[in-house]
């Protein structure tokens, strides 16, 4: 079983990376890490009073929980487990020791760049993943997939082809 890490936004277009790696990999169930990468705090205080998850869990929209759930069920038999970690850090041995962690064999890198960050000490992690010495699935939405899933509605993450 493989460990696929995706680069999120928490948006709804991120989910459909999903159909891309069940494509990947049709006869194999896989694990899903949804990663959301964010700078690490640059004040004193700030690091002092820092906790990993607390603060950054408000940045999980109720859309792509409801969205993530869907895909659990869509993708019943051939997701295995569906989570988000949060990268915290922007060097490339603070993410090859969270993809060590994470034991992650392989990373979805987006080549659409629409990636839109939802606060101010997230960032496009797509430098780190691109110069990881991972093996990397590149792919974009594709074209009914993308025309349907650009909507960012969880009814179109529904109608997306697999």
């Known amino acids: 079983m493989k460990n696929i890490l995706i680069p ?33 705090p640059d004040s004193l205080f ?38 988000v970690e949060f990268f915290h850090g922007n060097t490339r041995v603070a993410f090859r020791n969270f993809c060590l962690a994470q034991n992650i064999d392989v990373i979805l890198q987006p080549t659409d760049n629409d990636f839109i960050c939802p606060s101010k000490r997230s960032f496009n992690p797509a430098k780190l993943i691109a110069s990881s010495k991972y093996p990397l699935i590149k792919t974009t ?22």
């Not at 990999?25 to 700078?39: C, D, G, K, S, T």
């Not at 700030?46 to 940045?59: A, G, M, P, Q």
């Open 8 to 40: 999120t936004d928490f948006s709804i277009r991120s989910l459909g990376y999903v159909h891309s790696v069940v494509a990947h990999y049709p006869n194999e169930a896989v694990n899903i890490i949804f990663m959301h990468a964010l700078h690490m």
């Open 46 to 83: 700030d690091l002092i009073t820092y906790t990993r998850n607390s603060r950054h869990i408000e940045l999980i929209t109720a859309d792509f929980k409801d969205g993530c759930e869907i895909i659990r069920n869509k993708y019943a038999s051939s997701v295995n487990k569906l989570k």
């Open 141 to 162: 939405l594709t074209g009914s997939t993308r025309k349907i899933v650009a909507k960012s509605t969880i009814s179109a993450l529904l109608m997306a082809s697999e």
